[in-house]
């Protein structure tokens, strides 16, 4: 998730173009989400932003998307809780969130 982020202000080798489903697409669809590619091979990563479902159901579908990755949370307040990789229309950042909230592991390679 660190490497990922750190592709973010990595200009000179990558691109992150946010698509709002309107004059700036992925792949001709309305999905809103980040387009990252890697400058040098056109290599693109797509990841929506699909929100997440919580204890009110779905919130933030088109806004944010987050990210679950394999670690647990080294917080002993949030005992049951996962490092997430957490996208917004301007920031990249890595959280926790409790492991029984619905997040996507969904990005997607195109070449």
Do not use: Q
Request: proline share 5%; aromatic share 12%.
């Amino acid at each position: 998730m660190n490497a990922l982020i750190a592709t973010k202000i990595n200009t000179a080798n990558y691109t992150w173009t946010w698509c709002d489903g309107g004059t700036t697409k992925y792949n001709d669809t309305e999905v809103k989400g980040w387009k990252i590619v890697k400058n040098a091979t056109s290599v693109t990563l797509f990841l929506p932003a699909a929100g997440l479902r919580g204890d009110a159901g779905l919130t933030s579908d088109g806004s944010s998307g987050d990210y679950w990755s394999s670690s647990l949370v080294t917080d002993p307040d949030r005992p049951y809780g996962a490092s997430v990789l957490n996208l917004y229309f301007e920031a990249a950042s890595i959280g926790g969130n409790f492991r029984c909230y619905g997040i996507p592991v969904r990005p997607v390679f195109a070449e």
